[in-house]
């Protein structure tokens, strides 16, 4: 389904050197490893340059002072950046397939919803009173948008996403199958016997650019709306709380819950199945490792982690056993310290390492 | 979308006293910070009271003991319980919108369900054979209800939630979107050299007044059911699965996971992305925080914890290291406290602080 | 709904020797406690051989050398693996209920999809250009099923799963509700001030006989496919990044996430709601624990594990605050074992055990 362009004309678009033949056409690409005749790879980190002398792929994204292997046969594009002028010469090379305009006869749209007409409305797919639908808009099949949500200029719903009543989704984005954007906040009051509902007014306000992977769920506010700034990547299956405000251009991985009320800065990079507790201030430019658990704000940029290290069964058991005992332990080897002994630590009862986990 | 009641009529359902004019026409809710005219604020925690001063509210609710600013102008709603009592005026203010009941042209019921004429079911909907629909209940677009399902009265299933043939689903409850219910648990025999199915053969069982959020999945039963009491709170990813039981009460946060035929007994409250292992018993009013690892059971209500605290990568990273000589560092005190030194413990390799974790 | 089969018969299939009246007839399966009068039920473990006296099912598959109490008044099927054999039994008695061949009125499939006429398309499905679906199966109500998809015969579809297009899924699969099946990677360049999308041109490739839990996700390659193969078995919620490889008869319990191109070996074992990272290599065989986090390859099949061990709250602060200082504590104990003492690390500062997590 690629598009054939010339090594020049792609080089071109790239801000790129050629090196070698640029007429050559170049119509997809692969790795180092996988790309034959007439596609395009790159060559971003250095480690992999042994990799150039078996490659056969048309031409090679590298560095301008990345030497190359003379049994490479290709061309060589010279360019600052491999990996961002791969990013954008695949997306020339796969170009999304154009809409299909207009509103397929199986969807039930309202008669009060407002669709551009160069927006398209996948089969099965619901559209609420009073939506509002720009152009270049694509719904997929079997989404449902909400009474009064609108969704800017060449944004994406892939089939089966949700929008719910009042939500506003900007230009460019894309939304994945299976997103529910404007589901009840968690929301309870508890009066001593049992859990009382607390409406949830607010909205969920997405800008620009953004994505939202699959599966992914981001709840209304409960009195203020839940926001999602400009350029925001959000992976697959992340969970965002009522009245979370989200940064520019901060990305996060799979499986990421935040709380309800915290607030991250633009351009923050959280990794993987983070957990991130509620009604905290997360600095700008802040990176989460993977799995760690945010607990309390964080005032400065940097790189914070807390994952329990992994290590063979019976070794963790004894070790994690020990993590019981350790603030014991610490009292313990501050008395020795202090030349008290054991003798004066009786009240302390030490582990047995045997003990279970 | 709000109504408008007049505060003395308000105060009389929140068994609140008027501090002001109870004329005051109000029609919505907000923050201290935000609410403007005609809106209705609160004040839970004192700590936030110097927020009075400056608060456009037409009316607080706050304690009958909260000293009030002299500059707030508003009206005074003193009352036991101002969270609460915020919860029930923001549902007297934003009342659920009337259902329309009936059965959307293009939804497709079998012919053998009994939908009650007081329920509406939307568009796409699907609703298997012998199903019953009580009165109230809301069927959202694209829901897909299998054979033999009962919901009770008033229960709302908002679009696109799936209930897999034969579950039951309690009166007044509120499921979101993406909810599936019932599919089959994670039921498995190996013979050796690969995994054999073990049909799920128990429902679901859903009582009254239960919340389903987002996305959440709940699975059928092994043999016996899973339970769901009345009352309980499942916010958004959860997934709970084969034979568990869930007490009444009982509020579960985001993206927790609880494996096959645990129960957890009522009145818990159980911290986003907790992670409960199967076969366990949870006492009852017992609180999880948030990211801990129950893999034992829980006899005594208490409040339970195991998250690895975060900090700086190069700082978690020494620490983390350390760690896998926990149980080492532990024998190695103990023998100095008994005299015994290092020289007593040379099969014990201490750890480099530069390894990494 | 289950079949009714004689015993005698029952046993034939499962390779059992049964003592006791041949003739009853089985219509169902239970528990030790909650099986009546026609069920079978199984003791896997001998630990429940005590349940045996009150039991009152019909039959109990148990191995040949279990000891039978003499009041179990129902008849005994000797087994060598009674669990396996229960889930046989299991499956003869509650066998899927019959396709309904046929495209239903309101699903929508493209002139260009070839679609068996032994194969089932039901409510509201949608079926793109070019797809092609074997005998036998079944698409549930609500699917999306993209352009180009290949799905190969008896794999049934549960209602509301998305295939996207391109993607291959193989005989004899099952995939519960909400899963989405090659949605795109999480794959961006950073330009220094925004994310470039990196179109992702691989497709998903699931084997015969692979398990997809409800709102599981697996992405599409970003070049090369995402490879899930023969007898793989997915619980609920699990997240599956892009090029991502699963070996044969790997098993993964709900929630887990597993970052983008990790290759994980034939026959794993990973517990719910374990993060993975990318870019690994697990080797075939291994078994990871519930909640553990893998942030690095795993060379050698063994049991791993990383939980930090719950407690009650007051002792976890204790405990989790001392890790901040593990390696001091470790430095300070190697400092006293060569007789330096307290004096000598006085650039150490012990923390308070008060100080908060």
């Known amino acids: 389904m690629a598009t054939a362009i010339p090594l020049g004309v792609l080089a071109t678009h790239l801000d790129a050197v050629v090196e070698g033949d640029s007429a050559v056409c170049i119509d997809g690409v692969g790795t180092l490893e996988a790309a034959g005749a007439g596609q395009l790879s790159f060559?971003?980190?250095p480690r992999y340059r042994r990799q150039l002398a078996a490659c056969r792929a048309a031409a090679v994204l590298m560095r301008p002072d990345t030497e190359c292997p003379a049994d490479f046969a290709g061309a060589r594009l010279r360019v600052a950046d491999p990996y961002l002028a791969f990013a954008r010469a695949s997306r020339l090379l796969h170009p999304l397939p154009p809409l299909e305009s207009g509103i397929h006869p199986s969807a039930i749209v309202d008669a009060s919803a407002i669709i551009d007409r160069l927006a398209q409305v996948g089969p099965h797919a619901v559209v609420g009173a009073g939506a509002r639908i720009g152009p270049g808009v694509a719904i997929g099949a079997g989404?449902?948008?909400?009474?009064?949500?609108?969704?800017?200029?060449?944004?994406?719903l892939h089939p089966r996403v949700v929008v719910y009543d009042g939500c506003v989704i900007g230009a460019h984005c894309i939304l994945h199958s299976g997103a529910v954007i404007g589901a009840d906040g968690f929301g309870l009051a508890w009066t001593g016997e049992r859990w009382e509902h607390i409406p949830q007014t607010g909205r969920v306000v997405i800008g620009d650019h953004v994505d939202v992977g699959a599966n992914t769920t981001i709840d209304r506010g409960a009195l203020e709306d839940t926001v999602i700034a400009d350029g925001v990547k959000l992976d697959n299956q992340i969970q965002i709380g009522h009245n979370c405000v989200l940064g520019e251009?901060?990305?996060?991985?799979?499986?990421?819950?935040?709380?309800?009320?915290?607030?991250?800065?633009p351009r923050c990079r959280i990794g993987g199945a983070a957990m991130i507790s509620g009604h905290l201030e997360i600095a700008g430019g802040s990176e989460i490792a993977g799995g760690t658990a945010i607990t309390r704000s964080i005032g400065e940029a940097?790189?914070?982690?807390?994952?329990?290290?992994?290590?063979?069964?019976?070794?963790?058991?004894?070790?994690?056993?020990?993590?019981?005992?350790?603030?014991?332990?610490?009292?313990?080897l501050?008395?020795?310290?202090?030349?008290?002994?054991?003798?004066?630590?009786a009240d302390v009862s030490p582990s047995e390492p045997s003990e279970s986990a």
């Open 334 to 345: 501050r008395a020795l310290e202090q030349g008290v002994g054991a003798a004066g630590v």
């Open 143 to 156: 989404c449902v948008v909400g009474g009064g949500v609108s969704i800017g200029a060449g944004t994406r």
């Open 249 to 265: 251009h901060t990305a996060v991985a799979g499986c990421v819950g935040i709380a309800g009320s915290t607030r991250i800065g």
């Open 302 to 332: 940097g790189v914070y982690a807390s994952v329990f290290p992994f290590m063979p069964f019976a070794q963790w058991r004894r070790n994690a056993a020990q993590l019981r005992h350790l603030d014991d332990l610490s009292r313990r």
């Open 43 to 45: 060559l971003a980190n």
